[in-house]
């Protein structure tokens, strides 16, 4: 198994290394010490080693901060996590509503003027640094060393897997033509990349430094000759060398501040993934910043045509699995034997039986009625609840595949739906249908069209408190940037971009219901009468039936209903032949037309 499922977060021992962390604190005169979820590459997941926003709180949620004072300490978290939170932090830290609550805010309303407040710059991004000064004007803000590496004794020791080669015939482009296209397009002199997957992505290389996503840590210079600046732990590009060729040169990671301060010429960063450290290096040394995008964040966002080739061919691979899992639940679950435990086993059985699967892409996430509430649940040894007939059970999943990297959610349910169940899903799959058709000018950003996946949950007064949709790596993170369906995203919709669609709807302590596609933004077909317009629009990836037992048709329009049966018409046709027995009368019964 990829999962585990040992309890992973330990409120009792909040207390002990809170009150070290405090000791520390008075010992160097801090006010204010904030502790993220973050690593020194700032993406968004961290290793076993770089924790420590769980090690210090016990939250283990994927975003979130703490701000710890003398006699308070905050953890910050938004919607998602408001009841993981209670249930996995002791009574000494205080739940914050983030982001409608600020760390400055905050801040404010507990210091006085004149506090000082204390980070690790190598752990905070140049425009979080920059807003927590904006909104902080007259406190003391000093960067300092890593307060909580001090006083965690037995912190796990860096990642040692070596890199491995990700072949061209996956990611379709050499990486030598990589460098010089992305090179020929830099605002100065060299452009320091800190991300993983960005280093991954440029180089086609990939590691196992993150569980569930196949990323090298490290960091890069690239310079306008398109040459590389390989930073790394000595040993773990080893296997690569060749791979790279000359123009990649290796060094060591620990001599990568002082490479930064012998750099000449300007330097771009992008101050919302460079670490503060790497800006104060530079300033030092009186060098010219110029503040940039990653380079390789829209070019890797947007996915060539081997990429979106190896999407489909994971996706229907996947989406058989899935059919085979979907048929195993119905047979299986009323009998009344079956635990969350028992569900996520089967499922990653069925993908490892593809011999393609190489990791899950997340912790499967696998609720059964009030766990289904939680948009992030993780079952464990503890938490392992029976699959209750007449219940929904929530299953979000995905495999890492060396063609793509896939993501899904389906919910159905088990035995009979009670009347809000079916109401709650139509309106939830209303959502996934309006955002599924729409055609969009080229400009619309995701914010734009984060509406059309709520608007149906808004009329009838419900709402959910996460994003709509997220970008997919391609054998890469599951959640890729920049692109979102969001209300806070800006970044226009660009073709090639792969991203999630999942609305849903939670009702704390009863259930919750979700359900996700992954989707690719293409051209629009020309219509007639339209405008001489270019337009864009989503192709859907993933094809699996969704629980046609949960669709109240009376709610739906009749262009609605066209689009389900079409859906599952494409999926009878694509999964067909790649099932057999039971799950293949499953599939056909499952895809009969409303």
Request: aromatic content about 6%; charged content about 20%; glycine content about 8%.
């Amino acid at each position: 198994m990829f999962q585990d499922f040992s309890v992973s977060s330990s409120p009792e021992q909040g207390p002990p290394r809170l009150a070290q962390l405090r000791r520390l604190m008075a010992e160097r005169g801090i006010d204010a010490y904030i502790v993220p979820r973050a690593d020194v590459h700032q993406g968004e997941y961290v290793s076993a080693r770089d924790a420590r926003l769980a090690w210090l709180t016990g939250f283990t949620g994927s975003a979130g901060f703490c701000v710890v004072l003398a006699d308070k300490a905050g953890v910050f978290i938004d919607g998602r996590y408001k009841v993981q939170v209670r249930e996995q932090v002791a009574e000494v830290y205080t739940p914050v509503n983030w982001p409608a609550t600020s760390a400055a805010d905050w801040i404010k309303d507990n210091l006085p003027r004149d506090a000082r407040v204390s980070f690790d710059p190598w752990m905070h991004t140049v425009t979080e640094v920059k807003t927590l000064r904006d909104g902080l004007p007259m406190m003391d803000l000093q960067p300092c060393d890593n307060l909580v590496d001090l006083i965690w004794d037995d912190q796990p020791a860096p990642a040692t897997a070596p890199f491995f080669e990700h072949p061209v015939e996956f990611a379709g482009e050499p990486h030598q033509t990589k460098r010089e296209r992305l090179a020929a397009d830099l605002k100065a002199d060299c452009a320091v990349i800190t991300l993983p997957d960005s280093i991954a992505w440029l180089l086609n290389i990939r590691g196992a430094d993150i569980e569930r996503n196949p990323v090298p840590q490290g960091f890069a210079f690239l310079h306008t000759s398109g040459a590389v600046d390989l930073f790394a732990i000595p040993g773990k590009a080893d296997a690569v060398l060749d791979h790279l060729g000359p123009d990649v040169t290796l060094h060591d990671i620990a001599t990568f501040d002082t490479a930064l301060g012998q750099l000449t010429g300007s330097v771009q960063i992008d101050p919302k993934s460079a670490p503060q450290a790497v800006q104060l290096t530079l300033l030092a040394q009186g060098r010219d910043i110029i503040e940039q995008q990653d380079p390789c964040a829209l070019p890797k966002a947007c996915k060539n045509d081997v990429e979106i080739a190896g999407a489909k061919s994971a996706a229907a691979r996947d989406g058989a699995a899935m059919v085979r899992f979907l048929a195993w639940v119905d047979a299986e679950a009323p009998k009344g034997q079956l635990t969350e435990i028992d569900v996520v086993t089967h499922l990653e059985g069925l993908r490892r039986a593809t011999n393609a699967l190489h990791d899950i892409s997340f912790e499967t996430i696998c609720g059964v009625g009030a766990h289904a509430a939680l948009p992030h649940y993780r079952v464990s040894d503890d938490s392992n609840a029976p699959v209750v007939i007449n219940d929904l059970l929530l299953v979000d999943s995905g495999g890492q595949y060396l063609d793509g990297t896939t993501d899904i959610t389906r919910t159905v349910i088990v035995g009979t739906p009670k009347p809000d169940h079916i109401k709650c899903y139509t309106l939830v799959l209303q959502g996934v249908i309006a955002l599924s058709r729409i055609r969009f000018p080229k400009g619309i950003t995701g914010g734009n069209l984060d509406v059309l996946a709520r608007q149906s949950l808004w009329m009838a007064g419900m709402d959910f408190d996460h994003g709509t949709g997220h970008g997919i790596g391609s054998y890469l993170s599951v959640h890729e940037g920049p692109q979102s369906i969001s209300p806070r995203s800006d970044v226009p919709l660009r073709q090639g971009m792969i991203l999630s669609n999942e609305p849903g709807y939670y009702r704390e302590g009863d259930f919750g219901i979700r359900t996700e596609n992954l989707m690719v933004v293409v051209p629009a077909p020309a219509l007639d009468g339209g405008d001489d317009r270019d337009m864009l629009t989503f192709d859907t990836l993933t094809h699996v039936p969704f629980d046609r037992r949960l669709i109240d048709t009376a709610l739906l329009s009749d262009t609605e209903r066209d689009w389900i049966n079409a859906y599952h018409r494409d999926t009878l046709a694509l999964l067909r032949d790649q099932v057999d027995g039971g799950a293949s009368d499953w599939l056909v019964a499952a895809c009969a037309p409303l």
